[in-house]
């Protein structure tokens, strides 16, 4: 029996397709990350484009309001960027910092997750005080110190044009002792068993026994706590950029059209936050609907009668 008829035959995929929640999520992450990449494409307009944007179409209300124009179907914002264009390059560029931010952290929490459980003795507790201390932290406090180092030693400019990497890193550094704890409490159950044994007994070094056999076994919890990271970044994007410690305002992303329209929301130009918020509502709630539903499925202690 091959992989994918293993796949098909699996209590994974029967549950996947009995489950609304699961499929509708799903689809719609594939949706949103689809017309993320693809805003190029998409978009009416470039709001990268200078020659595109005029400052006397700012805060124009959308198309179906009085003094709304036809051109702009969800209004533009203080800018004068078509804002339908400005959201959908914000998308993308919230979900490359996400996915990105996800990757930095898995890669290094599940090193150092591995070293220190298969390793054990004074440098997992070492390396494990280093996660608890960070642990103790808020990581968006943690995040928000990284970002004002961050700013204070590249200067605020510099810092703006490298936003997108170092938010990734700086997200990414919050957010690694998760992955460092649950790879560690993985791999104390699997080097114990007989497979770990056999293959030091036939004399495999240790790097290919951690990432070559144990590392496979730890991977289903690591899937489950990447589905809702994924969304956790994608907040923290939206939060620093909301305290001025993110994308700056020229470039769009979900957490910096938001605060750009913060102040003006009480002056009557409520859709430049009002549409980015919900946006970034519904995709955070997505990935965190679909990541619930895995998490349950892939739990092997819950009752799968």
């Given at each position: 029996?091959?992989?994918?008829?293993?796949?098909?035959?699996?209590?994974?995929?029967?549950?996947?397709?009995r489950?609304?929640?699961?499929?509708?999520?799903?689809?719609?992450?594939?949706?949103?990350?689809?017309?993320?990449?693809?805003?190029?494409?998409?978009?009416?307009?470039?709001?990268?484009?200078?020659?595109?944007?005029?400052?006397m179409?700012?805060?124009?209300?959308p198309?179906?309001?009085?003094?709304?124009?036809?051109?702009?179907?969800?209004?533009?914002?203080?800018?004068?960027?078509?804002?339908?264009?400005?959201?959908?390059?914000?998308?993308?560029?919230?979900?490359?910092?996400?996915?990105?931010?996800?990757?930095?952290?898995?890669?290094?929490?599940?090193?150092?997750?591995?070293?220190?459980?298969?390793?054990?003795?004074?440098?997992?507790?070492?390396?494990?005080?280093?996660?608890?201390?960070?642990?103790?932290?808020?990581?968006?406090?943690?995040?928000?110190?990284?970002?004002?180092?961050?700013?204070?030693?590249?200067?605020?400019?510099?810092?703006?044009?490298?936003?997108?990497?170092?938010l990734?890193?700086?997200?990414?550094?919050?957010?690694?002792?998760?992955?460092?704890?649950?790879?560690?409490?993985?791999?104390?159950?699997?080097?114990?068993?007989?497979?770990?044994?056999?293959?030091?007994?036939?004399?495999?070094?240790?790097?290919i026994i951690?990432?070559?056999?144990?590392?496979?076994?730890?991977?289903?919890?690591?899937?489950?706590?990447?589905?809702?990271?994924?969304?956790?970044?994608?907040?923290?994007?939206?939060?620093l950029?909301?305290?001025?410690?993110?994308?700056?305002?020229?470039?769009?992303?979900?957490?910096?059209?938001?605060?750009?329209?913060?102040?003006?929301?009480?002056?009557?130009?409520?859709w430049?936050?009002?549409?980015?918020?919900?946006?970034?509502?519904?995709?955070?709630?997505?990935?965190?609907?679909?990541?619930?539903?895995?998490?349950?499925?892939l739990?092997?202690?819950?009752?799968?009668?």
């Open positions: 029996m091959n992989n994918w008829t293993r796949f098909k035959n699996s209590y994974f995929l029967y549950s996947f397709k489950e609304p929640v699961a499929y509708i999520s799903f689809a719609l992450f594939i949706i949103f990350v689809l017309v993320a990449l693809l805003a190029p494409v998409l978009s009416p307009y470039d709001p990268y484009d200078a020659m595109m944007i005029d400052i179409d700012s805060e124009i209300p198309s179906w309001m009085d003094e709304g124009e036809e051109r702009f179907f969800m209004g533009t914002d203080v800018q004068g960027r078509d804002l339908v264009s400005a959201m959908l390059y914000g998308l993308r560029t919230s979900v490359i910092i996400g996915l990105g931010a996800v990757i930095f952290q898995a890669v290094l929490g599940i090193t150092v997750g591995l070293i220190s459980g298969y390793l054990g003795g004074k440098l997992d507790s070492f390396l494990m005080r280093v996660a608890d201390i960070q642990f103790a932290i808020p990581y968006l406090i943690v995040a928000i110190i990284a970002s004002a180092i961050f700013q204070l030693a590249f200067g605020v400019d510099r810092f703006q044009q490298l936003a997108v990497p170092l990734i890193f700086i997200i990414g550094i919050s957010n690694w002792p998760m992955y460092a704890r649950t790879v560690r409490a993985s791999v104390l159950g699997e080097k114990s068993k007989e497979y770990v044994e056999a293959a030091r007994v036939i004399g495999l070094n240790r790097r951690m990432f070559r056999h144990i590392l496979p076994n730890t991977l289903t919890p690591v899937l489950v706590l990447s589905t809702i990271q994924v969304a956790q970044a994608i907040m923290s994007e939206a939060a950029s909301f305290l001025g410690l993110g994308m700056p305002i020229s470039q769009p992303s979900l957490g910096s059209l938001i605060k750009a329209g913060f102040e003006y929301v009480f002056s009557g130009s409520w430049i936050t009002l549409f980015p918020s919900i946006l970034l509502i519904v995709f955070t709630l997505v990935i965190i609907l679909f990541g619930d539903w895995l998490r349950d499925t739990n092997p202690k819950l009752y799968k009668g």
